[in-house]
């Protein structure tokens, strides 16, 4: 069973902070990592992707990856309350690479 | 920028009825996927399509789901006899290539009373 696990928070930061949200998974042999935040009551909206070890930056999220320690964690920069939702960590796995999704973190941004 | 559609947004069904949630795929895309999650619960996969057949399920993908793409553009999620525990949020998710990015419809919250 592939597992992937996130602390659950809730995760409170004051605006303008930086957030940090952090995954493990279990599979050694998985290659690609995706970030989704997911609104209440909402689909799963992309917000990274990274595959290859170490940064990946857009605009104010930055994808981190270590692929020997099984980690992967979102930073997000100069937080602002329309960042408040929930995120979660999603690998695929299985012949159809169907994404096995986290329990996710909830964050909420303070005005 | 393509989307993906799924209706209904909601449905409100009795024990045992039958249920078809639909889905449009991104043109262009090969891969369909279902997902559901149970509010305040993870996102779950349930059945994975390509080439017009299931490639992977999981064990809730019991006899009581069917998929199937009828006509082309359509991929529907069939539940025969629904459960009290059937509801949930299903979510259709499609993707031009295994492992690529999989993007989400806006999902259908099924309430079975």
């Known amino acids: 069973q592939k597992e992937v696990e996130q602390n659950s928070g809730p995760l409170s930061v004051p605006e303008g902070a930086i957030a940090s949200l952090n995954c493990t998974y279990s599979d050694r042999g998985s290659q690609s990592f995706f970030w989704y935040r997911q609104y209440s009551g909402k689909s799963p909206e992309l917000i990274m992707s990274?595959?290859?070890?170490g940064d990946k930056e857009d605009g104010r999220f930055t994808a981190q990856l270590n692929k020997a320690s099984q980690y992967v964690s979102l930073l997000i920069r100069d937080s602002q309350p329309s960042d408040s939702a929930t995120y979660l960590c999603?690998?695929?796995?299985?012949?159809?690479?169907?994404?096995?999704f986290g329990s996710g973190t909830q964050l909420t941004v303070l005005p | 920028e393509p989307e993906v559609t799924q209706t209904p947004s909601h449905q409100v069904t009795q024990m045992g009825q039958e249920v078809i949630l639909r889905c449009v795929p991104i043109?262009?895309?090969?891969?369909f996927y279902w997902y559901r999650q149970i509010l305040g619960q993870k996102v779950e996969f349930l059945v994975s399509?390509?080439?017009?057949?299931?490639?992977?399920k999981s064990e809730i993908f019991d006899d009581q789901f069917s998929v199937e793409r009828p006509d082309g553009s359509n991929f529907t999620l069939k539940i025969r006899s629904t459960k009290l525990e059937d509801s949930a949020m299903y979510f259709c998710a499609t993707t031009g290539g295994a492992g690529e990015t999989q993007y989400f419809g806006p999902g259908t919250r099924l309430l079975v009373l």
């Open positions: 399509f390509y080439n017009n057949e299931i490639s992977e």
């Open positions: 043109s262009n895309h090969l891969y």
């Open positions: 999603a690998v695929p796995s299985g012949s159809a690479r169907q994404l096995t």
């Open positions: 990274i595959y290859s070890n």
